[in-house]
C-alpha cells in the first residue's frame, strides 16, 4: 500500500551538505518507523540512520554519527536526512525504508523493512 519517494541527491564536493527528503504515500505513516540505507557500487546496502515513529529517538550508524541528522514531520508524510560535512566514502545509492510491523521500534538489519525507495544517487568527489 504504502509508496515511498526519494529525492535531493546529486554531485558535490567534500564538505558539502545535501538533504534527501523521502515521501511517503498511506494513511498510517505516522505509525511506523523509518530508516535510510545506502549502498555502493560492490558493496551490502548498509544502515545509515533510523527514527521512531513518534520521532521521538534517532539512531546513527559510527560512520556517519556527528555528521547526519535524520527527522520526520508526520504531518507531511516525510522523513529526511541532512547530510553535513560529507566525504567520498560516502558515495552511494540512498534509500528510504519503512519498519515492517505497526508501531515497532528501530531496527538496523533490511530484512526488517517491508517497503523502499528507489534510491537517489549521492557522489562526493574529493
Known amino acids: 500500500q504504502v509508496q515511498l519517494v526519494e529525492s535531493g541527491g546529486g554531485l558535490v564536493q567534500a564538505g558539502a551538505s545535501l538533504r534527501l527528503s523521502c515521501a511517503a504515500s498511506g494513511r498510517t505513516f505516522s505509525g511506523y518507523a523509518m530508516g535510510w540505507f545506502r549502498q555502493a557500487p560492490g558493496k551490502e546496502r548498509e544502515f545509515v540512520a533510523g527514527?521512531?515513529?513518534?520521532?521521538?529517538?534517532?539512531y546513527y550508524a559510527d560512520s556517519v554519527k556527528g555528521r547526519f541528522t535524520i527527522s520526520r514531520d508526520n504531518a507531511k508524510n516525510t522523513v529526511y536526512l541532512q547530510m553535513n560535512s560529507l566525504k567520498p566514502e560516502d558515495t552511494a545509492v540512498y534509500y528510504c525504508?519503512?519498519?515492517?510491523?505497526?508501531?515497532?521500534?528501530?531496527?538496523?538489519?533490511?530484512?526488517?523493512?517491508?517497503?523502499w525507495g528507489q534510491g537517489t544517487q549521492v557522489t562526493v568527489s574529493s
Open positions: 525504508a519503512r519498519r515492517a510491523g505497526f508501531l515497532q521500534p528501530v531496527v538496523r538489519n533490511t530484512q526488517d523493512y517491508d517497503s
Open positions: 527514527i521512531t515513529y513518534s520521532g521521538y529517538t534517532t
